[in-house]
């Protein structure tokens, strides 16, 4: 028996980009580092909400690769050898996170405000367009 896929559907024409897209998203690690939200915001807009405790600005980036939101996060290593722990209970270690985003949805800003990075997303409103095709004779 055959597997169907969506660029083999008679009837899903140009969409051979989908299946790709599913396959990368299914790829990406999800280790539950660091926790997150989504939300929407408003019609158009979306928010990303990362709980990022103990990273400062300059300790994350933030980049959008082949429409793949990718957040990184690495602390630096200040005077570690110094400290010593009796209990290490909060995670000080790097993560990447990603998010595919759809055609048409951009990155407004990002916000660190009391341990939380928030980035906001807003999807361009597609304009209407009916398109009158002509047939000609053979």
């Known amino acids: 028996m055959t597997k169907l896929t969506f660029a083999a559907h008679p009837f899903l ?12 998203t299914a790829k ?10 989504i939300e ?3 019609e158009n807009g979306f928010r990303i909400t990362l709980a990022v405790a ?7 980036s933030i980049t959008v690769e082949e429409r ?3 957040i990184r ?7 570690e050898e110094a400290r010593v722990f009796l209990h290490r209970g909060i995670a000080a270690r790097a993560f990447q996170r990603s998010f595919v985003l759809a055609e048409g949805v951009d990155v407004a800003g990002a916000r660190l405000e009391n341990g939380l990075l928030h980035v906001d997303l807003v999807r361009a409103v597609p304009e209407k367009v009916v398109q009158t095709i002509r047939i000609t004779r053979g």
């Open 13 to 24: 024409l140009g969409f051979d980009q989908l299946e790709r897209l599913v396959e990368r």
């Open 28 to 37: 990406s690690g999800n280790d539950g580092y660091p926790p997150f939200n």
């Open 40 to 42: 929407q915001s408003s």
């Open 54 to 60: 103990g990273f400062r600005e300059d300790d994350i």
């Open 68 to 70: 793949q939101l990718v």
């Open 73 to 79: 996060g690495r602390q630096a290593d200040e005077a």
